[in-house]
Structure formats: structure tokens, C-alpha cells
């Protein structure tokens, strides 16, 4: 990554675990097979606009950022792009419930994300680094005496790189002029850069397409419309694909000239990464609608299918004003360390833990409340491995969160793509709360099945 400080190092390395850590193979196989059904069900909420509106209804006048996404979907839908080329590239983690080392190991969805999912790039990089280390050495059995030996034919392949690369390609080919380019929208002075490169020459070296890279300021003053169909233009160049890595968060909005791109581009004939409608999908009231009983089960046509992805949900409440939402907030005022409380935002840092939720259920009104959702905390088992961090390594005692992400190219009649497209382990030390790597709190990670 690059380094915040200019009088120091340009760069940093990601913080890595020196060893893969143990997954239970069944788990990962599990998480696997469910991500094309996620691919399915974000695109099938995000098509149908009445559910839509009367699931971002309960965000009015409680969450302004969601609020203000959900008013671009309702502006784009009254004049929409011609585009119907939509891709998504998710990202659905999972942790394992095991709350004591006796009890089987469920796979437990912490979310899904829909925008602006990182770490493809790193990610296949620390998994041939730690392919690379199990060839070399004599591997090692070093991370803890209770753990398995790792051997390199537990480690699964893993190319998510090469899956973003082929489904941006394959929207860029959809899309049909030979000349454009794919928009990467970037934060200013981002860190996570070469996760973003890699992805740049991948993408070039594949399909021969091209990538700029522009934040939302920048777009705002460059981009524009051409033509009746509203084709995108930064300059003399045409746009094809607009891929999000910022615009998940309000500070990537800190004035209007950046809704004023946000609008542009989902008005505009590129395709986008997500649409819009994609993000809505992937909120944590989504989530939290979804889960209750008989929703899910309208989005997915087979009985198994919905069956298997709802294996994966924890519990997850309101925190409204209905029956369930009081329920909820009692429960969670008597026991809070058995749940997170969640804002409706990305990117780690946000939620809430532990005896810290009853203090903020106490000083939020019941208005200011529906912003959150509550959610039944996940216990996953404790092991120990290494922890590198700005070249220091720490062994500590350590837990995992599986992400797999998932390509989706579609054109409304036929989905080009629909791929679980590799995975990333973040591993965190136990005693910390938050998962995300760029946050500060966990570090880039590769399973090893057991
Ligand atoms: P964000 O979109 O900010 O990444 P998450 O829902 O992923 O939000 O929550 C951030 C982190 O908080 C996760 O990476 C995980 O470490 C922890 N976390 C979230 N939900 C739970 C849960 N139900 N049980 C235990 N830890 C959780
Ligand atoms: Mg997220
Ligand atoms: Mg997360």
C-alpha cells in the first residue's frame, strides 16, 4: 500500500499473515456454492423497484447518505440509460459460529458488499506468496501445535484478479466500441493503489482494453453526456465501464460536485459497477429485510437454493418501532454482548459491540434508532498464527473471515457472467471487533482446508 507519510517509505506492504490459516473444507466448499445464488439475488432485489421502495422507505429522514443513493435510483429510474448491460462484483464474507471448540463450525454471512470490493489483486497475491512459502520450506506446523500440518494441496487455487479482469472485459466487449475505456473511480489520494493496479494491467494484458482511473471531483468537472443514448465522455474519450472503488461512503461525497458525478454516470449509456440499484441491494436494512422469514424466499425460484443461502444467515432485527424492532431492542439492552449493532455504511469502523450498545441504545431516540439494524453476534474459534505488520511480526491468538467474491455480467435476457470468483481470508486478533484490513484491524490472509 502506499505509505501516509511522505518523509518515509513510498510504500508499505499490506499487513499479511506469515502461515495460511485452518478452514474447514466444508465451509469454504459451501460458501463457494452459494455465491452465484448471491450474484442472482442482487440482481433480482435490485430489479424490482416496488421492494425497493418500500424497503428504503424506513431509511427517510434516518440515514441521509442512503437516503440520497436511493434518490439517484429514483431519479435514474424515471429516465433511464439505454445501458442494459449491469455487473456487479461482490463480495459475500462469512465467519465460522463455534462458540465453543466442541460445537460444529457453521458458516455465518456477515454481509454482503456490492460496491467497491477489495483486495482482488492482494488477495491472489498473498495466496501464490503463501503456495510460493509452502514449496520452499519445509512447511511447518510452526503456527501452533494444535493445529494440522499444512500441506500445499490444502491451499484451493485462488484468482479472483483474473475474475474481475474477465468481467470487466466482458462488459467492455458487450458494450461494443473498440476504442473505450474502463473508468476506475477512485478516492483521492488512495492508499489501496496497487490492488487497483493490478487489476488495470490485468484487465489490458486479457482484453487489450484500457483503464483510467478519475475521482469523483475529477469526474464531475470532466465527464459529459454525448448524443441521445447519453454515451459517457472524460475528454475526447469514451467510457465504457465505470468501475466504483470509492462512492461506498459519505466522505467520498464531501461536497455536491460529487453527487453531481454519481448522477452523470448512472444517467450516462456506460455500463456501471455496480449500478446503483446494486448498492441499495447491499445494504445492511437489505440484508436485514431479506432475512426475515418468507422474503428471501420470494427473490429465489428453488425451494433448495433459498434453503442453502438462508443457512447462512444469522439472526438479524430491526431496531424500529414494530414489534420485533421493541423486541429486539430489549433483548439487546439486557444481553448486548450477544449482538453488533449496525449502521447503514461500509468499510469497517462503524458498528457498534458489546456493553457499548446498551449505552447507545440509551442515547439514541426511537427515530434516530431505525438507522441501525441488530444482529446475533457470530463466535468464531480462536487459533494462533503470525501477524506481519510494517515487516514486525506478532504471534497472537487470532480469528478469520472468509470473503468470496462474485462476478456478475449481465444484459437483462442472458447473464454472460455469474462466478464465485475466488476468495480472501482477513485474519484479526481475537480480541478485536472490527474485520477490515485497509481499517487497520485485520490483516490479508489465505485458508488452508481441513
Ligand atoms: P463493513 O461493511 O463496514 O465491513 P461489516 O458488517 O462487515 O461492515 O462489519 C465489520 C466487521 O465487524 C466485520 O468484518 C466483522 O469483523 C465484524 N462483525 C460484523 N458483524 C458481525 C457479527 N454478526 N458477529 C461478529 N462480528 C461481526
Ligand atoms: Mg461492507
Ligand atoms: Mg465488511
Redesign the pocket.
Known amino acids: 500500500m502506499r505509505a501516509r507519510n511522505a518523509d518515509g517509505p513510498l510504500a508499505v506492504h499490506a499487513p499479511l499473515a506469515l502461515f495460511p490459516s485452518p478452514y474447514p473444507r466444508e465451509c469454504y466448499d459451501l460458501a463457494l456454492q452459494l455465491q452465484p445464488h448471491f450474484n442472482n439475488l442482487v440482481d433480482r432485489i435490485a430489479r424490482d423497484s416496488a421492494f425497493l421502495d418500500q424497503v428504503m422507505a424506513r431509511l427517510e429522514g434516518v440515514d441521509e447518505f442512503t437516503w440520497r443513493l436511493f434518490g439517484i435510483y429514483r431519479r435514474v429510474r424515471a429516465n433511464p440509460s439505454a445501458q442494459p448491460v449491469w455487473m456487479g462484483f461482490h463480495r459475500s ?1 462469512y ?1 465460522l459460529h463455534k462458540p465453543t471448540s466442541d460445537s460444529p463450525g457453521v458458516l455465518q454471512q ?2 454482503i ?1 456490492t460496491i467497491s470490493s477489495a483486495f482482488p489483486s492482494l488477495s491472489t497475491r498473498v495466496s501464490e506468496l503463501h503456495a510460493h512459502l509452502s514449496d520452499r520450506t519445509q512447511f511447518f506446523n510452526a503456527s501452533s501445535s494444535s493445529t494440522p500440518d499444512i500441506h500445499r494441496s490444502a491451499l484451493p487455487a485462488n484468482n479472483p484478479l483474473a475474475g474481475i479482469a474477465k468481467a470487466l472485459g466482458t462488459a467492455w466487449t458487450l458494450y461494443g466500441a473498440p476504442s473505450s475505456v474502463v473508468l476506475m473511480v477512485v478516492q483521492p489520494g488512495e492508499h489501496n493503489v496497487y490492488d487497483q493496479r493490478w487489476i488495470e494491467y490485468k484487465l489490458f494484458d486479457t482484453f487489450g482494453a484500457k483503464l483510467i482511473r478519475k475521482t469523483l471531483a475529477e469526474i464531475a468537472a470532466e465527464a459529459k453526456h454525448v448524443g441521445d443514448s447519453r454515451k459517457l465522455f472524460i475528454g475526447e474519450t469514451e467510457i465504457a465501464v465505470v468501475y466504483f472503488r470509492s462512492g461506498y461512503a459519505p466522505g467520498d461525497h464531501p461536497t455536491e460536485s460529487e453527487w453531481t458525478a454519481r448522477l452523470v454516470i448512472e444517467e450516462s449509456y456506460a455500463v456501471k459497477c455496480p449500478p446503483v440499484a446494486y448498492q441499495l441491494a447491499g445494504t ?1 436494512k437489505m440484508q436485514q429485510v431479506i432475512a426475515a422469514p418468507g422474503v428471501l424466499e420470494k427473490f429465489v425460484d428453488s425451494p433448495e437454493i433459498a434453503a442453502l443461502l438462508r443457512s447462512s444467515f ?1 439472526g438479524l432485527y430491526p431496531l424500529d418501532e414494530s414489534a420485533e424492532g421493541v423486541a429486539a431492542y430489549e433483548r439487546a439492552l439486557e444481553s448486548p454482548r450477544n449482538f ?1 449493532m ?1 449502521p447503514q ?7 457498534v459491540y458489546g456493553d457499548e450498545i446498551r449505552a447507545k441504545l440509551l442515547e439514541l431516540s426511537p427515530e434516530e434508532r431505525k438507522a441501525f439494524i441488530l ?4 463466535q468464531p474459534p480462536p487459533f494462533k498464527n503470525a501477524l506481519v505488520r510494517r515487516g514486525s511480526v506478532v504471534t497472537a491468538d487470532v480469528v478469520s ?1 472468509l470473503g468470496i467474491y462474485g462476478a456478475y455480467v449481465t444484459d437483462g435476457a442472458t447473464v454472460h457472467v455469474n462466478e464465485a470468483a475466488g476468495h480472501l481470508l482477513r485474519t ?1 486478533t481475537s480480541d478485536s ?4 484490513v485497509a481499517a487497520g484491524f485485520a490483516v490479508l490472509d489465505s485458508p488452508f482446508l481441513v
Open positions: 464474507d465467519m456477515v454481509e458488499n445492511k444469522t453488533v449496525k455504511r461500509e468499510g469497517g469502523g462503524n458498528n444482529m446475533d453476534v457470530i473471515e484479526k471487533n472490527e474485520g477490515g
